[in-house]
């Protein structure tokens, strides 16, 4: 594996690559991660054949925050990493808040694009109806609390103490100078999403806080080419709590596209 830096005209990106001749998939960490968290998806996406490559985010773990008045945007800095990469599509899985980013670079590049997974991600939706739905989910206070209460389901939590440990200690070392915030390119509507005809998987845990699987299916009535998985005992971060689950709905999605 390739650990390597970007270097765009005003930030420098750290990243790593598998590198090999299978198809690409670029994934993309939530808020609470880094480039670093991907360690039960590796295996088992290298193992299934394909080159794997995840990059640190602006002022995350490895990465440079650039200048503060001036943060472009997580799409912009994704393409620049693909052109840097000679990647001319790939799949993208984006959770959490990559699954921001990843909506924002299919909704401007869906031709880079071989296919979408959304993990565990609001997606970014401004719509009044939806805001208001959030604020119903999450009242005043719930970010103050404790970050593995908001972001790792019950049934972890109380079951895999080790587990906690680990993500809490990769949480801590991504973002030290504090979380690092990019607008995105694009106005991320429903009407917006209706266009978008890319093949697209979304994965939701159902002990998820942030994204139950009510919101799963909002996004199951409005993707024109959607599938959804529910993975159960499962909180904000599938991806680790749950990655036999997550990967094989992953690898599933991915061979038939």
């Given at each position: ?17 598998t ?5 690409p998939?670029v994934?993309?960490h939530?808020?609470?991660?880094s480039k ?5 998806q590796?295996?088992?996406?290298r ?11 602006r002022?995350?773990?490895?990465s ?6 001036a ?7 994704l393409l ?5 990469l000679g990647?001319?599509t790939?799949?993208?899985?984006g ?12 909704l ?21 109806d939806?805001?208001?739905l ?30 906690v440990?680990?993500w ?6 991504a973002?030290?100078?504090?979380r ?9 509507t429903w ?7 890319l ?9 998820d ?16 080419r959607?599938?959804?998985v ?28």
């Amino acid at each position: 594996m390739i650990e390597g830096i970007l270097a765009l005209p005003d930030v420098r990106l750290a990243y790593w690559d598998t590198g090999g001749p299978g198809t690409p998939v670029v994934l993309l960490h939530a808020a609470s991660g880094s480039k670093d968290v991907w360690e039960h998806q590796l295996p088992a996406l290298r193992g299934a054949g394909y080159r794997v490559i995840a990059h640190s985010r602006r002022g995350y773990s490895g990465s440079e925050a650039g200048p503060r008045d001036a943060p472009g945007t997580g799409s912009g800095d994704l393409l620049g990493l693909l052109d840097h990469l000679g990647v001319a599509t790939c799949h993208l899985v984006g959770t959490a808040a990559g699954g921001l980013v990843a909506t924002d670079f299919a909704l401007s590049h869906p031709a880079r694009l071989r296919s979408l997974t959304l993990a565990c991600t609001i997606v970014g939706v401004v719509d009044e109806d939806y805001l208001e739905l959030g604020a119903r989910l999450r009242p005043a206070g719930f970010t103050e609390l404790p970050i593995e209460f908001q972001e790792l389901g019950p049934s972890y939590r109380a079951e895999n103490p080790e587990g906690v440990a680990r993500w809490l200690a990769l949480e801590r070392r991504a973002h030290p100078g504090g979380r690092f915030r990019q607008a995105a390119v694009n106005r991320i509507t429903w009407q917006a999403l209706r266009q978008l005809a890319l093949p697209t998987l979304m994965v939701n845990g159902d002990a998820d806080l942030w994204a139950p699987p009510a919101i799963q299916r909002l996004f199951l009535r409005c993707l024109p080419r959607v599938q959804g998985v529910v993975i159960r005992e499962s909180g904000h971060s599938a991806y680790w709590e749950q990655p036999e689950a997550f990967n094989a709905a992953l690898l599933d999605f991915l061979k038939g596209h």
